[in-house]
């Protein structure tokens, strides 16, 4: 019954299937829920690799049922678009605000 928030850099994509098993969780009330931050312009991208041209949402944010109250149906989140992350890492932050 305690409010649980987990993000970072998965190296995987909301639709594979290693992540599927936080969706799942191991009962009936431990799934978690993905947030789905975008940026300013509506885009879900967080990393992009120049070499294949591809864009991926690796960095991730999953709540479960407890946190997803406290933040209501329409959870604040985003992610950071500005030219000075490029400097910290080659992928851009989520954030999301808690309540």
């Not at 299937?17 to 969706?23: E, F, K, N, R, T």
């Not at 949402?57 to 992610?79: E, H, L, P, W, Y």
């Not at 500005?82 to 309540?99: G, I, Q």
Request: aromatic share 10%; proline share 4%; net charge neutral.
């Amino acid at each position: 019954d305690m409010p649980l928030l987990l993000f970072g850099d998965w190296n995987d994509g909301p639709g594979d299937s290693s992540l599927g098993v936080l969706g799942r969780g191991v009962g009936q009330r431990s799934g978690l829920s993905r947030l789905h931050p975008v940026d300013s312009q509506g885009d879900c991208w967080t990393i992009y690799y120049e070499d294949g041209r591809e864009y991926f949402t690796f960095d991730q944010i999953f709540v479960n049922s407890v946190m997803q109250r406290r933040m209501g149906r329409r959870a604040k989140c985003g992610i950071v678009d500005v030219a000075a992350t490029k400097k910290a890492s080659d992928h851009r932050p989520v954030w999301c605000e808690l309540r």
